[in-house]
């Protein structure tokens, strides 16, 4: 069982940055996909990013990656999410989420492992 724990959460004005960042614990292989989630009352949870397991192949949502980025610490075990030019609409709670193998799909279905979720408030 593999164990997430987000941090990095706020609050932040339209324009800001932030950076989310989860540490993995318990049965992690370095072959391990990670990912970012979040989600919006009433909605359900959408995909943001993802990495593999060394780092090299890297996938976001839509127009996310203009603006953000997913990177790892490998030997660490934590994946960081550097958010920049933060939109309301950006306002969510973001979980991280690992499975054991890389897919072109990222379905929340597909993640057997999630964090707590941690909030991100953007103001306008």
């Known amino acids: 069982q593999v164990q997430l724990v987000e941090s990095g959460g706020g609050f932040v004005r339209a324009g800001g940055s932030l950076r989310l960042s989860c540490t993995a614990s318990?049965?992690?292989?370095?072959?391990?996909?990670m990912a970012w989630f979040r989600r919006t009352p009433g909605k359900e949870r959408e995909f943001v990013a993802a990495?593999?397991?060394?780092?090299?192949?890297?996938r976001y949502a839509g127009s996310l990656e203009e603006r953000f980025t997913i990177s790892r610490d490998v030997a660490a075990n934590t994946v960081d999410l550097q958010m920049n030019d933060l939109k309301p609409d950006d306002t969510a709670v973001y979980y991280c989420?690992?499975?054991?193998?890389?897919?072109?799909?990222?379905?929340?279905?597909?993640?057997?492992?999630w964090g707590q979720g941690t909030q991100v408030t953007v103001s306008s």
């Open positions: 989420a690992a499975r054991s193998y890389w897919s072109s799909t990222f379905l929340p279905s597909d993640f057997g492992s």
């Open positions: 318990g049965r992690i292989f370095g072959h391990f996909t």
């Open positions: 990495i593999s397991g060394g780092g090299v192949t890297k």
